[in-house]
Nanobody, 117 residues
């Protein structure tokens, strides 16, 4: 199973980015809609932090307090993709963002987000 993140880049403070994580797999029985999906991030010199999560159906979401009201996680099970819409970005949001699938604990390789003027 592969998770491939995209959409990162350099953005000015106050700007927006939309991250995508596309899942694909040849594992027998792989069904994207069975997985709870998370976005994590890791800033330079810091540990990996859970940012947001979404249930398999998409009806339930949760966020770390630092991003509530600014980030929105969503998913399209028909496209095997999970998204992270990030608004009102600050330099403190600078990190590598990773996609994670549970309960199998699959990880993507990450996409860099840099917020700087």
């Amino acid at each position: 199973v592969q998770l491939v993140e995209s959409g990162g880049g350099l953005v000015q403070p106050g700007g927006s980015l939309r991250l995508s994580c596309a899942a694909s797999g040849s594992a027998s029985g792989f069904t994207f809609s069975n997985f709870y999906m998370n976005w994590y991030r890791q800033a330079p010199g810091k540990g990996r932090e859970l940012v947001a999560g979404i249930s398999s159906s998409g009806y339930s979401t949760n966020y770390v307090s630092a991003v509530k009201g600014r980030f929105t996680i969503s998913r399209d099970n028909a496209k095997n993709t999970v998204y992270l819409q990030m608004n009102s970005l600050t330099p403190e949001d600078t990190a590598v963002y990773y996609c994670n699938a549970q309960p199998a604990n699959y990880w993507g390789r990450g996409t860099q987000v840099t917020v700087s003027s």
